[in-house]
């Protein structure tokens, strides 16, 4: 096998083989018992903070997921290809995809500690609760917060 079908091969290998990816529903596990003997702990990698470093953050792994599903497709249409015209265009345009993925991956590995070859779970840790109001009820409710809040600070 050639370099990138094996590297190919280890990420999908990596990526199928184990758990869930950020609250996919986990695959079946093959591995024998004595890995899965092995107990594991979860460890924070990163914090996000505000709505839109988790948005960013989302559509960066979206992203990445894409561009390795890309490689993929890319890699089983080189398989089932006859011409080797279209292969060579089909390898070009695979090895392209996958340098950009690599540099992707290894961007969100500095960014966020996220990489393709590991399996994340995201916690929720704060959750904000907005509704659409008026301006009128967004000052109604502003007075009525900090006249609460003033009140719990009399109580102290």
Do not use: C, W
């Not at 758990?19 to 092995?38: D, E, S, V």
């Not at 070859?117 to 109001?133: P, Q």
């Amino acid at each position: 096998m050639k370099r990138n079908s094996l590297i190919l091969v280890a990420l999908g290998a990596s990526l199928l083989a184990g758990g869930y990816l950020l609250g996919q529903a986990p695959a079946k596990n093959t591995a024998p018992a004595a890995a899965a003997a092995k107990p594991t702990k979860l460890v924070r990698v990163a914090t996000l903070n505000g709505i839109q470093a988790n948005r960013e953050f989302q559509a960066n792994v979206q992203l990445v997921q894409a561009q390795r599903q890309a490689v993929l497709e890319i890699n089983a249409a080189l398989d089932k290809e006859k011409d080797e015209k279209k292969k060579k265009e089909l390898k070009a345009q695979q090895e392209t995809i996958l340098k950009k993925l690599n540099e992707n991956n290894a961007a969100m590995q500095k960014a966020y500690g996220f990489t393709l070859t590991r399996n994340y779970t995201l916690e929720i840790e704060t959750a904000h609760i907005l509704m659409e109001v008026t301006e009128e009820e967004a000052a109604k409710l502003e007075k009525a917060e900090k006249d609460a809040a003033a009140a719990a600070a009399k109580k102290k």
